[in-house]
């Protein structure tokens, strides 16, 4: 069992930079990919971004690739989401995900934990 609790969003206008995190419980989070999605009010949940575990390899979506950066630290269990030009777009509540085994997922189904998520907003 993983527990996910991320923290970092806020209110920023366009331009801006935020760096939200996820903190994972549990002593296996370095066997975990982890993954962030967003969802904005009336739409569905949407892959933003992924680091797997056993390569480091990231992935994002095309509408955040140059502005947005995912990292984890594995001491520290805890991975990272640098948020830099950001747009009104953007604005949404930004989720943690964990996955195990390998591979990795842009869709919801597959992660098998999730944390309650974070609030970004950004204003133009």
């Known amino acids: 069992q993983v527990q996910l609790v991320e923290s970092g969003g806020g209110l920023v206008q366009a331009g801006g930079s935020l760096r939200l995190s996820c903190a994972a419980s549990?002593?296996?989070?370095?066997?975990?990919?982890m993954g962030w999605f967003r969802q904005a009010p009336g739409k569905e949940r949407e892959f933003v971004a992924a680091?797997?575990?056993?390569?480091?390899?990231?992935y994002y979506a095309d509408s955040v690739k140059g502005r947005f950066t995912i990292s984890r630290d594995n001491a520290k269990n805890t991975v990272y989401l640098q948020m830099n030009n950001l747009k009104p777009e953007d604005t949404a509540v930004y989720l943690c995900?964990?996955?195990?085994?390998?591979?990795?997922?842009?869709?919801?189904?597959?992660?098998?934990?999730w944390g309650q998520g974070t609030q970004v907003t950004v204003s133009s």
């Open positions: 549990g002593r296996t989070f370095s066997t975990y990919t």
């Open positions: 995900a964990a996955r195990t085994g390998y591979g990795f997922s842009r869709s919801v189904v597959g992660y098998n934990y």
């Open positions: 680091i797997t575990w056993y390569s480091g390899i990231t």
